[in-house]
């Protein structure tokens, strides 16, 4: 599309937009369409009846016709009975008009007569194309089932399968292969585009990835000019597709536009040299526990200040009883003053240009009915300052708990130190959730496990998910993200989108739970995607796009995380699984959940190896030797860790699962007790010979331990030595397989 052509549909959005309008008619539409280079069948634009006569109807080929109603008041023509296909005669589509217009509350704007375009109407002979702005992701192209029951197979489908959706800016509109490859999950799509049963594809790949690249080039037009354009249906034909109906909702004109943060003060804020802390009481409260955790992580004591008057010294860091009694500027200055005297404070800060970067702990500020009015001013003083030189300072939060910073030596995470475990096994691993519980709760899952990063970004009213992400997608020290986000602010979407795909190129991992993922989008809209495209889906589809490890609850995102870090360094060379437990029930439970993970059968040699082993005990006389392995009970420690030896060492094994279940009495599972004579720590215990496999091998494998917390110390002995360890078997071959397709 050239620039003649987007100058063409601007016109046609112009005029309608003069006219007080805020969707395209119908003429209008198709003619936007053609200037795009989209197919549209022959029509041609009529007042009213008195229009049609045979000559009108000549140039139309076949002997029917389609006429619909033109008004702008009425958005699905079908609901209100305004399309008929009749036979291409004056009369009939003289009575077709006079019918639809006796349906109407109002008089129509007219009518159209259109070629009928023959085509299957079923599965994958009708598809949906829509070009949409969102605020999050900007621009994006959506692809599904068409026709009548758009919603209703969506709905019907599983997730993933709905809808293709592309961004400009991931999938650029010249890129045909990838606009092929990003299209290729939807069923509608896969319908229309493969063979089956031995018959031809009805559309190729090709043709459908050059309509979805014409609608991409439109995007340049989006929001300003263009909100929505909507194709529903586009008829399947063997020459292509063939726009056959079309909505379009005009954009609202220039939006405003954020000023550009000075991102480069992040360094700062993640890494500072200097400290202040306001909100520091003498007893105990947020404020002092934050002075004392970041002291406890090694931050020099001389570097911190605390504001508060009437006192010297507060854990021997100094006390000043103002900001303008302090040293000098600040790296960082942590808030932590109630929420009515929060915005003046801050707001002094950025007018006095006192601090390169802050943490604003309080909520109240934005979340909550009237904190709008609390923030005006800071936010006025915020947007100032991004014009003064130096850009002003950057902000974290509010409404969060704080930031943990192993780089920077500090914890601003108002939890006391008992309350947290204390990590004993630093990992490559940043974690960056838009809530301070759930950061929390993750670290209290991840023991022994210790983030390098764990950084609460609370309501982002300043710095947002995307910044952080692309600030620490520079650090190669980093090689797992988990981000948890309730939303994305506007553009920020497609900011951490790109961030990640950056991330992913470079061989590391991320790993995204979207919550709030309720259909916002599916209010009443005259936009069939609108009601099947909420924002939750468009981030599903793009973060795969990106690359990103989507986790559907907390538990699974727990499952990932854990596994992804203790995994991480170990090879990815593949997908074939090699699996072996001492319960039947879990060898079936991996099988039935291997998804794309591949069971191979042991080779011979493997299987000799294995049956060595396994004979002298009895074992093959009850179950044969294939991939999942059942031991049974009978097996002992010595034979597990062999036994997971063998498979773990096999040509055919890119990855193993090693499941225990540990109530049978061949193998030490239990602290000292009363009531038995277990010990796990006892020398050729199965903890220790199983960390003994794990450090003697690099094939990537997870455990699995199916048990209550009687065996939680079993548990902890495994995960000190860095073995990923997930408490069902099917968890386990999900988060396998995950990191293996992340790979």
């Not at 860091?317 to 005297?341: E, F, I, M, Q, T």
């Not at 709008?372 to 939060?397: C, F, H, K």
């Not at 408490?727 to 992340?742: G, M, V, Y």
Request: with cysteine; glycine share 10%; proline share 8%.
């Amino acid at each position: 599309m050239d620039d003649a052509d987007l100058g063409a549909i601007r016109r046609i959005l112009a005029a309608a937009r003069a006219a007080g309008r805020t969707t395209l008619l119908e003429p209008e539409g198709l003619a936007l369409l053609a200037a795009a280079g989209l197919a549209v069948p022959r029509w041609t634009f009529v007042l009213d009846e008195t229009a049609v006569d045979g000559a009108l109807l000549a140039p139309f080929e076949g002997d029917r016709v389609v006429v619909k109603v033109v008004a702008a008041a009425v958005s699905h023509k079908t609901e209100v009975g305004g399309v008929a296909i009749v036979p291409r005669d004056p009369g009939a589509v003289r009575d077709a008009m006079t019918g639809m217009r006796a349906r109407l509350p109002a008089p129509p704007d007219g009518f159209t007569v259109s070629s009928f375009v023959p085509h299957d109407a079923g599965p994958g002979g009708e598809l949906l194309l829509s070009l949409r702005w969102t605020d999050d992701m900007g621009a994006v192209v959506a692809v599904g089932a068409g026709g009548v029951l758009t919603e209703a197979l969506a709905a019907d489908l599983r997730p993933g399968a709905e809808l293709a959706i592309v961004s400009p800016s991931l999938t650029p509109p010249g890129d045909r292969d990838g606009l092929a490859h990003a299209l290729a999950g939807a069923t509608a799509v896969r319908l229309a585009t493969t063979p089956l049963r031995g018959q031809p594809p009805r559309l190729a790949k090709a043709r459908l990835a050059d309509a979805v690249a014409s609608l991409l080039a439109l995007a340049p037009l989006c929001p300003d000019d263009l909100a929505e354009l909507e194709i529903n249906p586009a008829a399947v034909v063997p020459d292509g597709l063939v726009a056959l109906d079309v909505l379009v909702t005009l954009g609202s004109g220039p939006r405003p536009v954020r000023a550009p943060r000075p991102l480069a003060k992040v360094a700062r804020l993640l890494a500072p040299r200097s400290i202040a802390i306001v909100g520091v009481s003498s007893g105990s409260n947020p404020g002092r526990v934050i002075l004392r955790n970041v002291l406890r992580e090694g931050f020099s004591p001389d570097a911190v200040t605390v504001i508060k008057p009437g006192i010297d010294t507060i854990d021997g860091v100094r006390c000043v009883p103002d900001l303008a009694s302090l040293p000098g500027k600040v790296d960082l200055l942590v808030v932590v003053l109630p929420a009515a005297a929060t915005p003046a404070f801050v707001t002094e800060v950025i007018e006095q240009d006192l601090a390169e970067s802050l943490i604003v702990i309080p909520g109240g500020l934005e979340e909550k009915e009237g904190g709008d009015a609390l923030a005006g001013r800071m936010r006025v003083s915020l947007a100032a300052s991004r014009t003064r030189e130096g850009g002003g300072p950057v902000i974290n939060g509010g409404n969060c708990l704080g930031i943990r910073s192993r780089p920077g030596r500090y914890d601003t995470l108002f939890i006391p130190a008992a309350k947290l475990p204390q990590g004993s096994r630093p990992a490559p691993v940043a974690l960056i959730t838009g809530s301070g519980a759930f950061a929390i709760t993750r670290l209290s899952r991840m023991a022994p496990l210790d983030p390098r990063y764990v950084i609460t970004i609370g309501n982002q009213m300043d710095l947002t998910a995307g910044d952080i992400l692309a600030h620490l997608a520079d650090d190669p020290a980093v090689r797992v993200f988990g981000v948890y986000v309730e939303g994305f602010m506007p553009g920020d979407g497609l900011r951490f989108m790109q961030a990640a795909a950056r991330i992913r190129a470079s061989g590391r991992r991320v790993i995204l739970y979207r919550a709030g993922r309720t259909a916002a989008g599916a209010s009443a809209s005259a936009s069939h995607t609108a009601a099947i495209a909420g924002d939750a889906t468009v981030t599903r589809e793009l973060a795969g796009a990106a690359g990103v490890t989507i986790a559907d609850t907390p538990a699974a995102f727990d499952d990932l995380l854990r596994t992804f870090a203790l995994l991480d360094g170990r090879p990815a060379t593949g997908r074939r699984l090699g699996a072996v437990s001492n319960a039947g029930s879990e060898c079936v439970t991996i099988a039935d959940h291997a998804g794309p993970l591949r069971l191979v059968p042991f080779d011979p040699a493997t299987a000799a190896r294995l049956r060595a082993v396994l004979e002298p005990v009895g074992i093959t006389a009850v179950v044969d030797v294939h991939n999942p392995l059942d031991l049974t009970p009978i097996a002992n420690a010595a034979i597990t860790s062999a036994v997971a030896r063998i498979i773990l060492a096999a040509a055919e094994t890119d990855l193993g699962i090693v499941g225990v279940v540990p109530m049978t009495d061949t193998i030490d599972t239990l602290p000292p007790g009363p009531g038995h004579g277990e010990d796990l720590a006892r020398d050729g215990g199965l903890a220790d010979a199983l960390v003994a496999v794990w450090r003697e091998t690099a094939t990537p494998w997870v455990c699995v331990v199916d048990a209550g917390s009687l065996y939680t110390p079993f548990v902890e002995r495994l995960a000190a030595a860095g073995i990923p360890v997930l408490a069902t078997a099917d968890a386990a071959t999900r988060a396998l397989a995950a990191w293996s397709e992340a790979g």
